[in-house]
């Protein structure tokens, strides 16, 4: 009876780079996904909802720990997942491996991460790099809109009430 208090709006963030255009992209396109209705070629339907969090900075190192356990491929290396193929990102030995020298990387230089990073924090999503990941992001938030995903089961109470 009360669940649909427990029911939360899914939080999206972009960890956005004004100077990248895959980037701008993305911004763009989960923008339009909450002004316009969504698919955009189907008029008759409503936009998605969702509260986008757009930061301009690259993620923490706490924040990049748990992206990466979001990504599809959970073999994937930190230095393969986060870093650029920029002449300005660390290459060879200098390429870091660990989650808190790649954060200090893009710190003291963004351009050496792969932009855009989307993080769909409710459903464990991301997308690094990747506009096609950003669209499965809205695909998947659509299915379950038109209800052709089921909602997850939310904690049950346990004993009288179940």
Do not use: C
Not at 92 to 119: F, M, S, T, Y
């Amino acid at each position: 009876m009360f669940n649909s208090f427990k029911r939360r709006l899914p939080e999206i963030s972009i960890f956005h780079q004004p100077t990248s255009p895959p980037s701008n992209k993305a911004l763009t396109l989960l923008r339009s996904a909450l002004s316009s209705p969504y698919p955009p070629n189907q008029a008759g339907k409503p936009p998605l909802d969702f509260s986008l969090d757009v930061i301009e900075g690259p993620p923490t190192s706490d924040q990049l720990r748990t992206i990466l356990s979001y990504l599809p491929s959970k073999s994937i290396s930190p230095s393969t997942a986060f870093l650029s193929a920029h002449f300005a990102a660390p290459s060879g030995l200098d390429r870091p491996e660990g989650i808190a020298a790649i954060a200090k990387v893009a710190q003291d230089n963004p351009a050496a991460l792969r932009w855009p990073i989307v993080v769909d924090w409710n459903d464990g999503q991301a997308s690094v790099g990747d506009i096609e990941g950003v669209k499965s992001i809205l695909e998947r938030l659509r299915k379950r809109r038109d209800g052709e995903l089921k909602e997850e089961e939310v904690d049950q109470p346990l004993g009288w009430f179940s």
